[in-house]
Nanobody
Framework: QVRLVESGGGLVQAGGSLTLSCAAS????????MGWFRQPPGKEREFVAT????????YHVDSVKGRFTISRDNAKNKVYLQMNSLKPEDTAVYYC???????????????WGQGTQVTVSS
């Protein structure tokens, strides 16, 4: 069992920045792919970014490339999402998840956190 706790969400103006953190329990954190997903109001959960266990490989969805960066610190059992140049359409509840493989498919992720709200005002 892995427990995930997201933090760092909030209200920000368009063009602003936020850094989300996801703290994970467990001794095998560095072995797991981690991902960030988001669920906009009234929509399904969607992929944002993923990172391999070592941190050497990352992948971001096109809509956030150049603005968001996923990273991890295995010594601290944490994964981060640095979000710059935020847009109103980035408004969503953001979740981190543990992945069974390096993928953007929601169904390949398990052990979700409770989510953190990000609201971008125009």
């Amino acid at each position: 069992q892995v427990r995930l706790v997201e933090s760092g969400g909030g209200l920000v103006q368009a063009g602003g920045s936020l850094t989300l953190s996801c703290a994970a329990s467990g001794r095998t954190f560095s072995m797991h792919v981690m991902g960030w997903f988001r669920q906009p109001p009234g929509k399904e959960r969607e992929f944002v970014a993923t990172i391999s266990g070592s941190g050497a490989n990352t992948y971001h969805v096109d809509s956030v490339k150049g603005r968001f960066t996923i990273s991890r610190d295995n010594a601290k059992n944490k994964v981060y999402l640095q979000m710059n140049s935020l847009k109103p359409e980035d408004t969503a509840v953001y979740y981190c998840g543990v992945g069974g493989k390096f993928t953007s498919k929601t169904t390949d992720y398990y052990y979700w956190g409770q989510g953190t709200q990000v609201t971008v005002s125009s």
